[in-house]
């Protein structure tokens, strides 16, 4: 089991439904989505400061960054991930 570490973030009023909202057109919890945005945020910053690091220009490229983010935070979570059961018909 991995070890999940909680922290606390405020806003304001209008910064959280603004999130709220956000998260709610893609059906994904308000933490969900801060988690995959600080993530995002996370993968930008060490994409800077590597050289000969992919350059995301578009807005395509953060979308699939976006993607690769969200199947990440997926498996790390175990969610969506179908457990293998060993066969017992041998």
Known sequence: MLALHAT???????????????ADSQGIS???YVREAALIR???DELENQPGA????????????????RRLADVE???????????LDA
């Open 42 to 44: 996370a993968v930008l």
């Open 30 to 32: 308000i933490s969900q």
């Open 77 to 87: 979570s175990g969610a969506g991930i179908t457990p293998v059961v060993p066969s």
């Open 8 to 22: 606390t973030i405020r806003f304001a009023d209008r910064s959280y439904i603004a999130i709220s909202r956000a």
């Open 54 to 69: 992919p350059t995301l220009t578009t807005a395509h490229d953060l979308l699939a960054l976006a993607r690769e983010v």
